[in-house]
């Protein structure tokens, strides 16, 4: 009987990932990276189906450059485009800090301090077989690079369980809070793909509980994700990802509020910032002269009208008003707890 494959956590396969791509000179193909990478390594069969592991490595892929991995593809030459022999490198002279970046002694004794601790645990066992598999094939590694660490974001708690079941192709159960309503309602979906937008992360899935599409923000599932032990009764498509980040980037795009904030305000410094706000004319004698109008987007209204929320009176929601409606709720809510 085959021995169990260990669950390698996300974090780590990427950091694996990256320290691979860093230590070898002219880059890897994707197969050398199945094979010898800590996190697909396990899972690789160079005669099998490899669909889902590959899928998973384009994930990693997009996660890395997401956080600012400067992970770069170089096609062969003479075979341009040629996906079997394009090589995934990243050029240590990159991922340095820039140069106007300066530490005090103190800092500097801190960091000092933490890069001892990476270098010694940075390899694992598992990642040092990979190192040694990857000298045997004739890539040259250069083991100076270990102790590099980049930072991976925080995620929420049903990202890997959610993750692992698209790999699986297996259907899962969990409660979701559905925006307007106070409790949470059980799901019974199909997942497709997990997509990464306007900083939060949306599982987009079949909810098998009405037949229909759906797109889920994680950080409304309440509790754990539990597999059915049913199969998925749809396949992602090749593009699912690609495709349904489309399909965000465009809600994103027509969903606006006029928004006003008094000037000088914690509200319009943060609102200014958002990606996408436009500082809108004062043309209007009603609108008093310490105030601008600030034109947002926003992918889920219910999001920002709780971010509108904090900012008390700073902040005048001038439509739509659906958004202003959702603000004063909130404000509703909070004075009939708190008086």
Do not use: C
Request: aromatic share 6%; no cysteine; proline share 4%.
């Amino acid at each position: 009987m085959a021995a169990p494959v260990r669950r390698v956590p996300v974090e780590e396969r990427l950091f694996s990932l990256v320290l691979a791509l860093l230590a070898s000179a002219h880059g890897l193909t994707k197969a050398e990276i199945l094979s010898t990478v800590t996190g697909y390594a396990a899972r690789y069969d160079a005669g099998g189906d490899r669909v889902a592991l590959e899928r998973q490595f384009e994930r990693d892929k997009e996660d890395l450059r997401e956080i600012g991995v400067p992970l770069e593809t170089v096609d062969e030459r003479g075979a341009e485009g040629d996906t079997k022999l394009q090589r995934y490198r990243i050029d240590p002279a990159r991922y340095q800090l820039p140069d106007d970046v300066r530490f005090d002694e103190r800092e500097l004794a801190l960091l000092v301090l933490a890069a001892r601790v990476w270098r010694d645990g940075s390899l694992s066992s598992d990642s040092r077989r990979a190192v040694r598999k990857l000298q045997s094939l004739g890539v040259r590694v250069d083991e100076g690079v270990i102790g590099f660490a980049p930072t991976i974001r925080t995620r929420d708690a049903a990202h890997e369980p959610l993750a692992a079941a698209i790999d699986r192709g297996q259907q899962v159960r969990f409660d979701y809070v559905k925006p307007g309503t106070p409790h949470a309602a059980p799901r019974t979906v199909s997942p497709l793909a997990l997509v990464f937008h306007e900083g939060r992360w949306h599982l987009h899935a079949h909810d098998d509980s009405v037949d229909a599409p759906r797109t889920f923000l994680l950080r409304r599932i309440v509790g754990g994700v539990e597999l059915t032990g049913q199969p998925a009764t749809r396949k992602a498509a090749h593009d699912e990802s690609a495709r349904v980040l489309a399909e965000l980037e465009q809600l994103w795009t027509e969903r606006v509020g006029v928004v006003r904030v008094r000037q000088g305000s914690e509200a319009e410094v943060v609102l200014r910032n958002r990606a996408g706000t436009e500082v809108l004319d004062v043309e209007n004698d009603a609108v008093p002269a310490d105030t601008r109008r600030l034109l947002l987007h926003a992918t889920d209204l219910d999001i920002l009208a709780d971010e509108l929320a904090a900012f008390g009176g700073d902040a005048v929601v001038e439509s739509p008003d659906v958004l202003r409606g959702a603000v004063r709720t909130r404000w509703q809510r909070v004075v009939s707890i708190h008086g």
